[in-house]
């Protein structure tokens, strides 16, 4: 096992940590600033689009991509790795290198089953970063961890189809710059139990198509926005069907894999930050004649803190190494493992730091708390942990179950 970088991946990791410090991290004040100067918190703050500018022009773009392109040569997971995770030191910088959710798995996507109209309207547009697109499968109807209760329907008329549902904590969908949603609905309620579902895409502006809300994450109101969407005998196309009737649930999962990898490795970005600012303030605040960094418990903290950063981005960096060696499939138990043991950890870690930090930890002059909030979704976004856990104990039983059966064969 090696998990040594590419030459490629070195020269790029090295530009995006001089990118960071020079420009990302002073940006911080500033687009918060402008967002709330422009008075819609799902706004875009002009220094987003200064700094996607001058990323591009350093190379630093796309990255996320596994194949060849005008930008890279294509890096594996593991080449990733590094650099997703400097990303999610900062809430703005994946977006500032095209490399944000809900978009690059929709990317993903576009460039695995659309066409080349599809490619062309909707796939160019978003690697050039100009539109954002959701990916809309989530109903409050129905118990949507599990994705065969999906409801809606996509029936054909003619040669169009016709959409009927609602969804909700659609990512992306409240950012004015949001073109495309790929809504994930129901072909032949009457097939198979995984072969009931279909992908299509949707014009966000298409009649029909309501967003109704937006749901704000323990108060915050995300820029990006989580949004609940009615879509009402709305009309597209048949060309808009994403591959083929009845492959919408193999498509969805052909999307996860990458996704929740990539989250992971931002959540140990955002990790990574929690523990400088626990001892930047341990170091700076005195108590009883002592700095707080001092105190026994708080050095349990950081000590425990570094351990579990370090085992998370050791387990995340070998589910990277599956990935490339052997494909996403064989990998499907790490990528579950990681998707609950890294949001854990960085709880864990963010709620230790909001606490050496007493009140201020909680309000928004430091980024914990946001930061908090973020990563506590995470343990339901892309499925909640149970479902996680579920598939990891699932392929650990049959691994047991088929050691225990050549063992008596053998025997
Ligand atoms: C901030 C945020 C952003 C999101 N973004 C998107 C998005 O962009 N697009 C989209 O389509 N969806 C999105 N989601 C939805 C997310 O994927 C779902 O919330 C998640 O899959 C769970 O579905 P549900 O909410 O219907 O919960 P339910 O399916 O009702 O499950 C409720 C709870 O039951 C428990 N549970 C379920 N199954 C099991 C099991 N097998 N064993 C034990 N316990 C179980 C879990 O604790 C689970 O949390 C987002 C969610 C959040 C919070």
């Known amino acids: 096992m090696d998990f040594s970088l590419s030459p490629e991946a070195e020269r790029l990791r090295s530009e995006l940590l001089d990118f960071m410090q020079a420009r990302v991290y002073p940006a911080e004040a500033v687009f918060a600033e402008q967002l709330a100067q422009g008075g819609d918190p799902h706004g875009t703050p002009p220094v987003l689009d200064e700094l996607k500018a001058e990323a591009r022009s350093r190379g630093l773009w796309n990255l996320f991509l596994p194949h060849k392109t005008e930008w890279t040569d294509g890096l594996s997971n593991l080449d990733y790795a590094p650099l997703a995770e400097l990303t999610g030191r900062v809430s703005f910088a994946a977006e500032v290198l095209n490399c944000s959710a809900p978009d690059t798995g929709n990317m993903e996507i576009l460039t695995m089953f659309g066409t080349s109209e599809q490619r062309r309207d909707w796939l160019q547009p978003l690697l050039h970063g100009e539109i954002r697109s959701a990916f809309a499968m989530t109903e409050p109807a129905v118990a949507s961890s599990d994705a065969t209760n999906i409801e ?3 029936v054909r008329d003619g040669g169009e189809y016709v959409i009927n549902g609602r969804k909700w904590w659609i990512s992306g969908s409240a950012d004015p710059r949001c073109r495309i949603l790929i809504v994930m609905g129901k072909t032949d309620a009457s097939a198979a139990p995984h072969a009931q579902q279909s992908m299509i895409l949707v014009p966000i ?14 108060g915050y109101v995300d820029r990006e926005g989580h949004c609940e969407i009615v879509f009402d005998d709305v009309r597209v196309p048949d060309s808009n069907l994403l591959g083929e009737e009845g492959g919408g649930f193999a498509i969805a999962q052909a999307r996860l894999g990458p996704g929740r ?18 001892c930047a303030r341990g170091e700076s605040r005195v108590t009883f004649g002592a700095p707080v960094a001092e105190r026994g418990q708080v050095q349990e903290w950081i000590a425990n803190a570094r351990i579990a950063i370090d085992q998370a981005r050791l387990y995340t960096l070998y589910t990277a190494w599956k990935m490339d060696e052997y494909g996403n499939r064989a990998a499907a138990s790490e990528i579950a493992g990681i998707k609950v043991a890294v949001p854990q950890m960085a709880l ?19 980024p914990l708390a946001a930061m908090f909030a ?33 063992a008596a064969v053998a025997g």
């Open 261 to 278: 990898i990539h989250h992971c490795m931002r959540t140990i970005g955002a990790a990574e930050r929690a523990l400088e600012l626990m």
């Open 348 to 366: 864990t870690v963010i709620d230790r730091a909001i606490q050496v930090h007493g009140g201020g930890g909680l309000c928004g002059d430091f």
């Open 205 to 218: 502006d298409t009649p029909g198509v309501s967003v109704v809300r937006n749901l704000p994450v323990f």
């Open 152 to 154: 809606c329907s996509i």
């Open 374 to 406: 973020h990563t506590r979704l995470l343990q339901l976004a892309d499925g909640p942990d149970e479902v996680h856990r579920r598939t990891v104990a699932r392929r650990e039983l049959k691994r047991q179950r088929a050691t225990r059966e050549n």
